[in-house]
């Protein structure tokens, strides 16, 4: 529950909340600012079906003259961080809550009064929604909270002021113009209306008599908004008639007997409150709630004042079920440890010892408890109308004194404390005595165990049995103890701590064999035989024996004659250390191995069944590579994995694997060489004018990666010539340097080397011709040039 402390320093604003509920109505909840903390939350239960029939009931017995026809229950709580909020917020005001919806509207309209009740309960368990359905009405405890006179008008809400939360009922009632139907007395030439609380009213539905010559009945109608009713009307004519309520379908819904004319009528029963009550008063403050409804018989019974049957003695026919049992006298005796005979106990066991001059100490006191009928009353305006009121009568049992003494071997009687002696009733079971009397003592030395409870001095006969010795007049009980020594057992040797097993492997708990008891001094015992030679072992972490433990023979102090003490025989186990044996694990491999791989080594030293694993740097499918003298890889070996799985160990073991080599081919590359600058299709000459070919040099072949090579560089630097047609030279062509893009390492494709031959224009000289001659030159002819 969430107290007040939880909410200090939390604000307190205006609260609003509500909740529908299934049957539609609302229900509302308003607090002004400061008195309830923030995150409030409301939480509602309905417990109508639980509990509603029950409130009525309760309602029912405590109003005269009215009926409460229609009841709605709800559980109503206010939580703060999930629990329920503690009803001290109310020092700071009240929360407002209302009901509202069609239910409401149709409850006024039908009712004369609508009334707001507090429901609670006088039993030891609290009530709630969770308990509600177990509920009696007896135990019920009504609060009214709210009460409006409605006189059958529709009013749309109805609430109440709340200063704490718990089950609230809202309850509508009427007058009681008709009576349910029920078992009755009618008189002759008499009629009533009766109706029936089973069912909502139907149109269809009909009611018949089991005998129209006695009694017939009206059309159905509608009683208090609610209920099937008829009106019925009896001849000139005794007789036992049944009146049903059928449906359209000739199903009976409801049924009762009418006695006509006779003295059988159903009544409610009630006894006195308290024994400061008046038998002869009406007064409902003066009589308990109502027991429940049985049958009286007034036949031929005399009214006092047309209100009351004094001579009622023997007028029950049948009591309220659940409460007892009818004797022959016609008293009901109550059933034992009941609520109703709890409740009669605890008001009238005062008066009751006091009327028999005795103390009542416990319920034990009392034999039995009566309801002994008193008088009949009728006109009290309940359903039934008569009542069957009456007193209590408790028998109370007489007394005896019970005493108890000690006495032993060894001591005279010894008188205990005053409070050991008991007063008890005549015929009751003997109680036991509540002193400090040990199960064992020791005198002198010598134990003496307790024998039992005897009823004479001299400590004879059978000893006394508690549970059913009855004591009828004054006794006195003596208590008889009896020296004995026993025969126990010990043993040493036996680790502790561990777990112990057989020679099968199995746990085993070695126990000492149980005391020899009850040997008095001189008499003669049989020691354990079957223990001596007991073999036991300890096994280490790994199930190995490791340790046995053999039990010697017993050594009996005493040789098998009871002494004037306990005897302890012992034993002793011897250990003896079992040689666990150890294995060891070698690592091998066959095959081609490969160079850099290292064969694993296990130094560890295995006991047997230990748990090994296998080494995993070397798994199935581990490869190694294998390279060329130009790191190429030329070839792989593969590990086949080792040949044993992980277990546990029982022998040395040698762990396999086998190595595979598988060659791998390693890509060839070729190195050619390209040249350009030399014109096509001429004729080239050296120096001396002889004519010359170039030729590319020699490609180099089936290089691999990085394998390194040697460029030709011979024709580096050559000098080849074009001549015209008359054989003058007139261009010059030098080979330059080969260009190598890979430098002189293969990589991993062709290579190709390239060169450029440069030309250059050679001059070719040019030459002129000039004629000329001497001498007489002769006319008409002209020099040449």
């Known amino acids: 529950m969430a107290s007040l402390e939880e909410t200090v320093g939390v604000a307190h604003p205006e609260f609003s909340a509500s909740y529908v509920s299934s049957e539609g109505v609302t229900i509302s909840l308003h607090a002004e600012e400061g008195i309830l903390p923030e995150g409030t939350e409301l939480s509602v239960t309905e417990v109508t079906d639980a509990l ?38 109310s020092e700071s005001g009240y929360v407002d809550v209302t009901f509202t919806g069609a239910p409401i509207q149709e409850m006024t309209e039908a009712s004369d009064k609508v009334e707001i009740v507090a429901v609670d309960d006088t039993s030891a368990t609290k009530l709630s929604a969770d308990n509600a359905a177990e509920a009696e009405a007896s135990e019920l405890k009504l609060e009214t909270v709210g009460e409006q006179n409605v006189e059958g008008t529709v009013v749309e809400e109805v609430g109440f002021k709340a200063e704490h939360f718990t089950i609230y009922a809202i309850a509508g009632s009427g007058s009681t113009s008709a009576v349910p139907l029920e078992e009755m007395l009618v008189g002759k030439n008499s009629s009533k209306t009766i109706y029936s609380d089973n069912y909502s009213y139907d149109y269809w539905y009909t009611w018949e008599s089991s005998d129209t010559s006695i009694l017939r009945v009206g059309a159905n109608t509608r009683y208090n908004w609610y209920y099937n009713a008829t009106t019925i009307t009896t001849y000139n004519k005794t007789g036992i008639v049944t009146l049903r309520l059928k449906n359209s379908r000739g199903q009976v819904l409801d049924e009762a007997i009418i006695s006509v004319g006779t003295g059988y009528v159903t009544a409610q029963f009630y006894h006195l409150k308290d024994p400061t009550k008046t038998p002869d008063s009406n007064n409902t403050s003066e009589w308990s709630s109502n027991l429940g409804t049985g049958l009286a018989n007034e036949t031929g019974a005399v009214w006092t004042d047309n209100k009351n049957i004094f001579n009622a003695g023997n007028r029950v026919e049948e009591w309220p079920s659940g409460y007892g049992t009818k004797t022959a006298d016609g008293k009901l005796e109550l059933t034992r440890n009941t609520t109703t005979w709890n409740e009669i106990y605890t008001k009238f066991k005062d008066q009751a010892a006091k009327n028999a001059g005795v103390t009542i100490n416990s319920k034990d006191d009392v034999e039995a408890i009566y309801l002994v009928p008193y008088k009949i009353s009728r006109n009290n305006g309940t359903h039934p109308d008569h009542h069957v009121d009456c007193i209590i009568e408790m028998k109370v049992k007489t007394v005896v004194t019970v005493s108890y003494r000690l006495k032993d071997a060894s001591t005279d009687n010894v008188y205990r404390a005053p409070e050991d002696n008991k007063i008890v009733a005549t015929g009751s079971i003997a109680p036991r005595p509540t002193g400090s009397y040990p199960a064992r003592k020791q005198v002198n030395g010598v134990w003496y165990e307790f024998d039992g409870w005897y009823t004479n001095p001299e400590l004879t006969g059978d000893p006394v049995d508690f549970n059913t010795y009855v004591v009828n007049e004054n006794t006195t009980f003596y208590a008889k103890y009896v020296g004995e020594h026993k025969v126990s057992y010990d043993w040493t040797g036996l680790p502790t701590g561990v777990t112990l097993y057989d020679e099968q492997g199995n746990v085993v708990t070695p126990a000492l064999p149980r005391d020899i008891t009850g040997l008095k001094a001189g008499q003669s015992y049989d020691i354990d035989t079957t223990m001596p030679g007991t073999v036991v072992y300890t096994h280490d972490g790994f199930g190995n024996k490791n340790a046995k433990y053999t039990l010697g023979a017993w050594n009996d102090p005493n040789n098998g004659v009871m002494g004037e003490s306990n005897v302890l025989v012992t034993g002793i186990w011897t250990s003896e250390v079992v040689n666990v044996p150890e294995y060891r694990i070698v690592y091998s491999w066959t095959g081609t191995v490969p160079d850099g791989v290292t064969l694993p080594n296990d130094n560890h030293s295995y006991k047997n069944n230990e748990t090994y694993v296998v080494d995993t740097t070397y798994g199935k499918g581990y490869t190694v590579n294998s390279y060329d003298q130009y790191h190429n890889v030329n070839g792989v070996y593969t590990f086949s994995g080792w040949d044993t799985q992980p277990g546990r160990i029982q022998k040395n073991l040698e762990i396999k694997g086998i190595w595979s080599f598988e060659k791998t081919s390693v890509a060839q590359h070729n190195v050619s060489y390209q040249w350009s600058g030399l014109p096509k299709n001429a004729t080239l000459y050296d120096e001396a004018g002889f004519t010359v070919e170039p030729e590319l040099p020699t490609s180099i072949n089936g290089l691999v990666k990085g394998q390194p090579y040697q460029i030709n560089r011979s024709q580096e630097g050559i ?67």
């Open 719 to 785: 000098v080849v010539y074009t001549h015209d047609e008359y054989g003058n030279r007139n261009a010059k062509y030098t080979f330059g340097t080969w260009t190598d893009p890979n430098n002189g390492v293969m990589g991993e494709s062709d290579v190709l080397v390239t060169g450029i031959w440069t030309s250059e224009v050679v001059d070719v000289p040019e030459y002129s011709i000039v004629y000329s001659w001497t001498g007489t030159v002769p006319g008409g002819v002209s020099g040449r040039k």
């Open 52 to 89: 509603g029939d029950t409130i009525k009931e309760k309602m029912d017995s405590e109003t005269e003259g009215t009926t409460v026809h229609s009841v709605l229950a709800y559980d109503i709580n206010l939580l703060y961080n999930g629990k329920k909020l503690s009803n001290s917020w």
